[in-house]
């Protein structure tokens, strides 16, 4: 617009100015009388349209270009990741194509190796998120330092990048070799504000020939990027600190993995989780003193399904707390219909010991049921006193304040050590089966269960023997001291419908403990004593 007013004055001006200018100078020269003042006016204002029309596009043209500019700018800012420098997880895919175009063409692959730092939360919450933030800036420096000038480079979010190789397809070795020294640089510590921060990666890749030989064509770089992570989840389960190529049987495992986890879920919710119940025995005297209780899921799809199975998944989803109180409750009531002076130990995921609330929370299951804590003994696995001891120490103490009575279970299969042992309060130890087993047949193994034994005495906690298979281990247990056992030799773990029948026969019911009914606070007292 403003160059056509300037266009359309100058045409006027060439016109007007045509038969007014010669006039003007005659005029001024005294050759000739003055012109028509309105035909000076339309000149002057002719003039003046032509220099403002010339600027007003100058300084259009320059708003444009500054206009294009910040656009640009936004639009590469919008592409790179601001911490790093990095594509990120929307821009690498179009990149990635382009890449993937031009390897195809030439016949080769592309590999993607996805990178994963491992507990980079640890590094945020021990050291503030301006040093995490460093971290991954250092991580990212030192990746591209290493990656060859054809790769991309992504930060996908939070601690996952992504590289982008073309490669010879046939050549995995050089991949391979390429992930091992990523793996080794970034692993080196970082120095930042007077501290050294190690963190090391968790490593999976995926050749673009082997997703698009499974996908039938050409694949996405979503879905190769997809099957890196398959491959880095199997790195991270595998312990860390790995690398894995991607193979198809992952991903069934992956599937499987989704299968139970939503089967777990609905499970829950359907009430499918039900407690068996193993029989502890004082070996002495062969007398039944109580039952530990072991989950077991009645799965519509898988048939019955052992903890081992269900119970990490349930830690790793966050529905332990969940499962286990209601398994804690089904036992409670199936417990109360039993003699009082059974004991009943239920196993506690270190999930669970984590959680402050968890002994007021079991605690009000008791009331609710009207159960007496003396009765429940709470198993804690040896793997809990990794954890933050001071929190598992106070954990134990305020259970058992309450009560309860606490064993150290699987003991001899972890790494607590004897000053840990010492001034944590627990009531027993159950010495792990592993150990059981050989007892009879290898002094060794028979040597060592002397030794927890003779420990338990010092330390006055008592001791119960796992996994008693046979007539032969119970015999030569039987030798070591006095103990409560548990094991196939005196039967499966077993439903509720079972153990009430047995214990009717035994007359172990909470029936037979006291013909005359007595009113539910007094029952739980007798429970008690
Ligand atoms: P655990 O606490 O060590 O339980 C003993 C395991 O050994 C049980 O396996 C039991 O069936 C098995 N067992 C008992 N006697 C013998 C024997 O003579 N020989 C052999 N070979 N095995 C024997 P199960 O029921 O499969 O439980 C496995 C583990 O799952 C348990 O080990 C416990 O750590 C965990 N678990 C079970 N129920 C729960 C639960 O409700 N919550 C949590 N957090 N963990 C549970
Ligand atoms: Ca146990
Ligand atoms: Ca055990």
Redesign the pocket.
Known sequence: MALGIALAAMILFVATGGTAVPRLIAAWRGIAAQPDILLTNALVLNVALIILGCNRYRSLRAELQARRISEEEARRLADIDPLTGCYNRRSIGPAMEEQLGKARDRGGAVAVILLDLDNFKQVNDLNGHSVGDRVLQVAAERMAEILPADALLARLGGDEFACAVPHAASNRDAMEHLAARLIERVARPIKIEGLSIEVTISVGIAGSDTVDAEHGGAAAPQQIMQKADIAMYQAKKAGKNRCFWFEPSMEYELRFRNQLESGIRRGIAKGE?V??Y?QQIDLDTGRLVGF?????WHSPDLGTV???IF?PI??DIGV?AQ??ED??VQTIEDARQWHPSLTIS????P??LRDPWFSQKLLKILVQHNFPPSRLEI?I?ESCLHDDIGLVRTMITSLRNQGMRISL??FGTGYSSLAQLRSLPFDRL?I??SF??EVHKSPASSKLVDAIVSMGDGLDMPITA????SGEILAALKRVGRLKG????YG??EPAAEVTKRLAEASLLAEDADPVPVPADRSSAAGLA
């Open positions: 989780f407690p068996y193993e530990e209780m072991l989950a077991r052992n903890p081992d119970i349930a830690e332990i499962l286990s398994l804690i239920v196993n506690i995921s999930v669970q198993e696995t279970d699987d159950k792990d089966r059981i087993r796992e996994g008693i298979e548990q094991g196939y030799h499966r773990p």
